[in-house]
């Protein structure tokens, strides 16, 4: 079967495809950067709760020394 489909919608016909891939592409690595954004902001946190529990830990050993 063949069709018959002129120059000019074919080249619409085109234009839409990697229109559509093209934001579908876009649309990923939007959410991956939000994503890498969100894990960067969870590491701060960790990092800054476990150097807090740590200060703690050797606050706490420090008292018990003393005691």
Known sequence: MQLNIGEQKLYEIVKQVVSEVIDDRLDKLKNEIRLAAL?????????????????????ALTKEDVS
Request: hydrophobic share 25%.
């Open 39 to 59: 894990y960067d902001e969870f590491a701060k946190e960790d990092q800054q709760l476990a150097e807090e529990g740590l200060s703690d830990y050797n606050e």
